[in-house]
């Protein structure tokens, strides 16, 4: 018995392992093809900290793609994404719909931030109040919508977002504690208001994986 419960684990792990291969590969490769389509002068004139945020963004879009999939396709998307079987994405239709939508917005926000014209950036090929207002109306949209489906989700759909959350603050910290005291000690490592928001950004999506990983919903 145990040999067998041993074994369907092992199984479980190598297909989840493989689907996160496959998915960091389609999204290294969907990000390498969008940032070489910006053009070698539009990247050296962002610079690192505005790559990184629209690499962050890239990956936002990257994952809403792929849940919008699922819900299109649901047998094929089984195979892609963490779920048990194609009746599962068809009977979670609604939230992972508001998920893809979140994702969708939170990535094109990011990019448009990253590509916005700003101080040290005059080749922008976005204006500074397209993109705050973008972020400006993304967060009212996102605190309403937060509002509007309070009751939508079940006790451990809440349970694994303030998890989540709760991992996203306490890696952000860290991070942006010891990046920010090496920077006024003056140890080189200068950090960036843009370098804030894709801390942030990154962080709130690893500690989505965190927290859903620690309940062992990485291996279904």
Same mark, same amino acid.
């Given at each position: ?29 969907? !990000? ?5 389509? %910006? ?33 299109? %396709?649901?047998? %094929? ?16 239709? +609604? ?31 976005? +204006? ?9 109306? !993304? ?6 919508? +937060? ?24 890696? !952000? ?18 950090? !960036? ?28």
């Amino acid at each position: 018995m145990n040999k067998a419960v041993t074994g369907n684990r092992a199984s479980q792990v190598k297909a989840s392992a493989l689907k996160m291969l496959v998915g960091a590969m389609v999204g290294a490769g969907f !990000s390498a093809a969008a940032l070489a389509l %910006a053009g070698a002068g539009l990247l050296d004139a962002m610079g690192p900290s505005r790559v990184a945020l629209a690499g962050v963004g890239l990956v936002y879009l990257l994952m809403g793609a792929f849940v919008g999939f699922g819900l299109v %396709a649901p047998q %094929a998307g089984a195979k892609l994404l963490n779920v048990g079987d194609a009746d599962e994405l068809r009977d979670e239709r +609604s939230t992972l719909a508001q998920s893809t939508a979140v994702m969708g917005i939170t990535g094109i926000v990011l990019v448009l931030l990253a590509l916005a014209r700003g101080p040290g950036f005059a080749a922008g090929p976005v +204006s500074a109040e397209v993109a705050i207002g973008a972020l400006l109306l !993304s967060t009212a949209a996102g605190v309403f919508a +937060s509002w509007r489906w309070r009751g939508a989700f079940d006790e451990l759909s809440w349970q694994l977002g303030l998890e989540g959350c709760l991992w996203a603050f306490c890696l !952000s910290w860290v991070i942006l504690s010891l990046w920010a005291a090496a920077d006024f000690l003056g140890f080189g490592a200068v950090l !960036s208001p843009i370098d804030v928001v894709t801390t942030l950004s990154a962080m709130l999506l690893l500690g989505s994986f965190v927290a859903i990983g620690k309940r062992g919903m990485m291996t279904r």
